[in-house]
């Protein structure tokens, strides 16, 4: 499992997630305007993804274009067990039952979990 990626990072990696390879400056303009981040910010988390083997770059004349080493579901499923691992001691029973307490399942979300588990017995 590659080191933990900040919420920073994590916008950085969807954006290559979501096309790739792309250079430092195409990573700037596509990252949401409402992050109001300069480009020397994502140049500087651009580096800590590639410190964390996370993303690679290739030369491509003077500049560099840059791409995703982990999958966004690889990702996916690793955050999603290290936060059930430390939150609910790794079982998922309990985040379920703690969503369910609090009412933050809808119907539909609850039609979804039933369907899930109906598939998952066939």
């Known amino acids: 499992m590659p080191e933990r990626i900040s919420d920073a990072e994590h916008a950085v990696m969807e954006v290559l997630w979501e096309q790739s390879p792309l250079t430092a400056q195409d990573v700037v303009e596509r ?18 993804l590639l410190a964390k083997n996370v993303i ?7 500049r ?25 001691g790794g079982k998922l029973t309990p985040l379920v039952a703690h969503l369910a307490e609090r009412d933050a399942l809808t119907g ?4 979804e979990i039933e369907a899930l588990l109906k598939d998952l017995k066939q």
């Open 56 to 62: 690679a770059h290739e030369a491509d004349g003077r």
């Open 31 to 48: 990252i949401p305007a409402e992050r109001d981040w300069s480009a020397n910010t994502v140049k500087t988390l651009i580096g800590r």
């Open 108 to 111: 539909e979300d609850i039609a």
């Open 64 to 88: 560099y274009l840059y791409r995703p080493l982990i999958e966004r579901g690889e990702y996916v499923v690793g955050e999603s067990q290290r936060l059930i691992d430390r939150l609910f």
